[in-house]
């Protein structure tokens, strides 16, 4: 684990942070932190951005993300701030972490033990626990090296993650020739858990046919650092974050909207706010998705033109259940598999709704019970869209179910209410252009280096969150934010 870093800023300078999604927060944490003055500026009335909470008549749903991988991360983030994960969340690892159900009536648990894992991988097809260990450990040397080199600092194109390499052979360790639904092929024989490891591509918005097989470390992270809850749902991980940045003394100002950076011709000077007043800032660090970063805040058609080769992360169709009673043999977190996944993704690809969609189920009161009222558990369910596609709430949220009840799982005549939301609410709610819940995806050999850069087009210029280096999710976004810090820190000293 790195040490945190606190290093005290020997220029203390003023910073604007405009959003406060996980990455503006953290951010804005380590900043002030380091003794540097940070305003938070919100547009929505509340801060966490994709991390967002939705209640209804009792039933409460994380309605961003669901689960959290890599809490390291986010513990380093508190105690830079001079506290701990530990005691600022309740969490809890999960275990079982995931059931998994295909179409022909079959499921596998995969366990929070790699032992438990082979043997459920064994019994599930036999030969197959060899095989799961041979993808785990090819993923755990896939995030070894990718640790301390891609999330090791800013990216500026392949040179810089060269730099940070130790030989040539850490270029073939991160297993980047392939794709994962090629390494899934290689590795496993039988079909259903080549589906399952292709999977992993949708962590971070990407297509298994198209992103790198270097994503086969995200199973194995899940295996090595296990999978958790924070207890009161994914919010009690964002109430945290607001509550120790404004501990450490970070102003945060909600319902607030910066129309535009200001400028002196070279460097940033500050923000101005639609309300017509500014704030005075030599550092201005942007967690706005980078498209309307260089086309509203800071127009830059240079700029923007290189953002638009980063490839779009994909949306989702998300629906709430408020479920009455409690579903036999249902786990925290589950997933139904599509009949035909090249199909499922040859369709997203063709930026088309998949007609026999993959459904992530998350139901959080089987472990938390204060997320439902007794006796009803709170459905979640998310499928993969195309980023920007128009979608027929009620004719899709149809498809699902029926789906969902092909699978044995029929909540149809169980709903006190179903809320969806669609890529169009995604991309209002958290101006996340096309709804793209991961800001930029994987796709493709050179994504990793088309990502818009987190120093800006002109100086005093940062970004930070999901549409620039490293990429989305929340452990990500966490990621760019100390990058930005710490190059912060460089810039001031
Ligand atoms: C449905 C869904 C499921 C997900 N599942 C998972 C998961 O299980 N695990 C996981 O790790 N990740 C998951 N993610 C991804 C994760 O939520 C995001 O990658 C992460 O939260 C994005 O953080 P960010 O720092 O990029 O900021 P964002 O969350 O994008 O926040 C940016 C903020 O900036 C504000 N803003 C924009 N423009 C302005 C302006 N001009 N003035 C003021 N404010 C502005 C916005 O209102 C917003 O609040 C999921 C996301 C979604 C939507």
Same mark, same amino acid.
């Given at each position: 684990?790195?040490?945190?870093?606190?290093?005290?800023?020997?220029?203390?300078?003023?910073?604007?942070?405009?959003?406060?999604?996980?990455g503006?927060?953290?951010?804005?944490?380590?900043?002030?932190?380091?003794?540097?003055?940070?305003?938070?500026?919100?547009?929505?009335?509340?801060v966490?951005?994709?991390?967002?909470?939705?209640?209804?008549?009792?039933?409460?749903?994380?309605?961003?993300?669901?689960?959290?991988?890599?809490?390291?991360?986010?513990d380093?983030?508190?105690?830079?701030?001079g506290?701990?994960?530990?005691?600022?969340?309740?969490?809890?690892?999960?275990?079982?972490?995931?059931?998994?159900?295909?179409?022909?009536?079959?499921?596998?648990?995969?366990?929070?033990?790699p032992?438990?894992?082979?043997?459920?991988?064994?019994?599930?097809?036999?030969?197959?626990g060899?095989?799961?260990?041979?993808?785990?450990?090819?993923?755990?040397?896939?995030?070894?090296?990718?640790?301390?080199t891609?999330?090791?600092?800013?990216?500026?194109?392949?040179?810089?993650?060269?730099?940070?390499?130790?030989?040539?052979k *850490? !270029?073939?360790?991160? $297993? &980047?020739?392939?794709?994962?639904? %090629?390494? @899934?092929?290689?590795?496993?024989?039988?079909?259903? +858990?080549?589906?399952?490891?292709?999977?992993?591509?949708?962590?971070?918005?990407?297509?298994?046919?198209?992103?790198?097989?270097?994503?086969s470390?995200?199973?194995?992270?899940?295996?090595?650092?296990g999978?958790?809850?924070?207890?009161?749902?994914?919010?009690?991980?964002?109430?945290?974050?607001?509550?120790?940045?404004l501990?450490?003394?970070?102003?945060i100002?909600?319902?607030t909207?910066?129309?535009?950076?200001?400028?002196?011709?070279?460097?940033?000077?500050?923000?101005?706010?639609?309300?017509?007043?500014?704030?005075?800032?030599?550092?201005?660090?942007?967690?706005?998705?980078?498209?309307?970063?260089?086309? *509203? !805040?800071l127009?830059? $058609? &240079?700029?923007?033109?290189?953002? %638009?080769? @980063?490839?779009?992360?994909?949306?989702?169709?998300? +629906?709430?259940?408020?479920?009455?009673g409690?579903?036999?043999?249902?786990?925290?977190?589950n997933?139904?598999?599509?009949?035909?996944?090249?199909?499922?993704?040859?369709?997203?690809?063709?930026?088309?709704?998949?007609?026999?969609?993959?459904?992530?189920?998350?139901?959080?009161?089987?472990?938390?019970?204060s997320?439902?009222?007794?006796?009803?558990?709170?459905?979640?369910?998310?499928?993969?869209?195309?980023?920007?596609?128009?979608?027929?709430?009620?004719?899709?949220?149809?498809?699902?179910?029926?789906?969902?009840?092909?699978h044995?799982?029929?909540?149809r005549?169980?709903?006190?209410?179903?809320?969806?939301?669609?890529?169009?609410?995604?991309?209002?709610?958290?101006?996340?252009?096309?709804? @793209?819940?991961?800001?930029?995806?994987?796709?493709?050999?050179?994504a990793?280096?088309?990502?818009?850069?987190?120093?800006?087009?002109?100086?005093?210029?940062?970004?930070?969150?999901?549409?620039?280096h490293?990429g989305?999710g929340?452990?990500?976004?966490?990621?760019?934010a100390?990058?930005?810090?710490?190059?912060?820190d460089?810039d001031?000293?």
């Open positions: 684990m790195r040490p945190p870093q606190q290093t005290p800023a020997k220029r203390p300078q003023p910073v604007v942070v405009i959003g406060g999604g996980v503006g927060l953290t951010c804005a944490i380590r900043l002030r932190a380091a003794g540097h003055p940070v305003t938070v500026v919100e547009r929505n009335d509340v966490g951005g994709k991390l967002a909470l939705y209640e209804r008549d009792g039933f409460s749903f994380d309605i961003g993300p669901s689960l959290v991988t890599l809490p390291h991360v986010f380093e983030v508190f105690r830079v701030a506290t701990s994960l530990e005691e600022q969340v309740d969490m809890v690892r999960l275990d079982p972490q995931f059931r998994y159900s295909w179409r022909d009536g079959t499921t596998l648990d995969v366990a929070d033990d032992d438990e894992t082979a043997a459920a991988f064994d019994a599930f097809s036999p030969g197959a060899d095989q799961w260990k041979q993808f785990d450990g090819n993923g755990r040397v896939i995030w070894d090296v990718s640790e301390r891609f999330f090791a600092g800013p990216m500026s194109g392949p040179v810089s993650l060269f730099k940070r390499m130790e030989s040539a *850490d !270029l073939l360790h991160i $297993d &980047a020739r392939r794709t994962l639904r %090629r390494a @899934a092929r290689d590795t496993f024989e039988d079909n259903r +858990l080549r589906q399952w490891a292709s999977r992993y591509a949708t962590y971070s918005g990407s297509s298994p046919d198209k992103a790198p097989a270097t994503l470390c995200i199973p194995h992270i899940e295996s090595r650092f999978c958790w809850y924070p207890m009161g749902g994914l919010s009690a991980l964002r109430d945290a974050f607001e509550k120790v940045a501990d450490v003394g970070v102003e100002r909600t319902s909207e910066v129309v535009a950076i200001t400028r002196s011709p070279n460097r940033v000077t500050g923000a101005e706010l639609a309300d017509g007043s500014y704030i005075d800032a030599p550092i201005v660090v942007a967690n706005a998705d980078a498209r309307h970063l260089y086309s *509203d !805040l127009p830059d $058609d &240079a700029a923007l033109k290189a953002v %638009r080769k @980063a490839p779009r992360s994909t949306s989702g169709f998300v +629906l709430c259940i408020g479920a009455r409690t579903t036999p043999g249902i786990h925290h977190h997933v139904w598999f599509s009949g035909d996944s090249l199909q499922e993704f040859r369709e997203i690809d063709a930026r088309q709704l998949a007609s026999d969609p993959t459904i992530y189920g998350c139901v959080s009161s089987t472990t938390d019970p997320q439902a009222p007794e006796g009803d558990e709170n459905w979640f369910l998310l499928v993969n869209t195309p980023p920007g596609i128009e979608v027929d709430a009620d004719e899709y949220r149809d498809l699902v179910l029926d789906r969902l009840a092909e044995g799982v029929d909540l005549r169980r709903m006190r209410f179903c809320a969806a939301m669609t890529p169009a609410d995604m991309e209002h709610n958290y101006r996340a252009p096309g709804g @793209a819940i991961y800001g930029t995806s994987s796709n493709g050999k050179m990793a280096f088309l990502r818009p850069r987190n120093r800006g087009t002109i100086d005093g210029l940062y970004l930070v969150g999901g549409s620039s490293p989305g929340l452990p990500l976004v966490t990621t760019s100390r990058i930005v810090a710490e190059m912060i460089d001031t000293a």
